[in-house]
């Protein structure tokens, strides 16, 4: 049975790059959609952005333009681009993955942005 698993969180400046990653593990079959979601201590789990297997996108207003989501469909790989980074953005960041009959997570990645 496959699951997710990401990687690329850290602790990065104000201003700074981070990659997130997020493949499979074991088999999923029939992905449609990928997203990404971040979590901040006290929060809720909240939408950062998603991608259709066609390339259409989705972000949260606090991320356009800073925030590019991408995936491979061959490897059911998604990835994350974040830019311009602020401590706001600090949060693990959860992989979802969505087939017709199942909703996929990943175990989350910290990221911290501080100075």
């Known amino acids: 049975q496959g699951r997710l698993v990401e990687s690329g969180g850290g602790l990065v400046q104000p201003g700074g790059s981070l990659r997130l990653s997020c493949a499979p593990s074991g088999t999923i079959f029939s992905i449609n959609v990928m997203g990404w979601y971040q979590q901040a201590p006290g929060n809720q789990r909240e939408l950062v952005a998603t991608i259709t297997r066609d390339g259409s996108t989705n972000y949260a207003d606090s991320v356009k333009g800073r925030f590019t989501i991408s995936r491979d469909n061959a490897k059911n790989t998604v990835y994350l681009q974040m830019n311009s980074l602020k401590p706001e953005d600090s949060a693990v960041y959860y992989c979802?993955?969505?087939?017709?009959?199942?909703?996929?997570w990943g175990q989350g990645t910290q990221v911290t942005v501080s100075s």
């Open positions: 979802n993955a969505k087939t017709l009959v199942r909703n996929y």
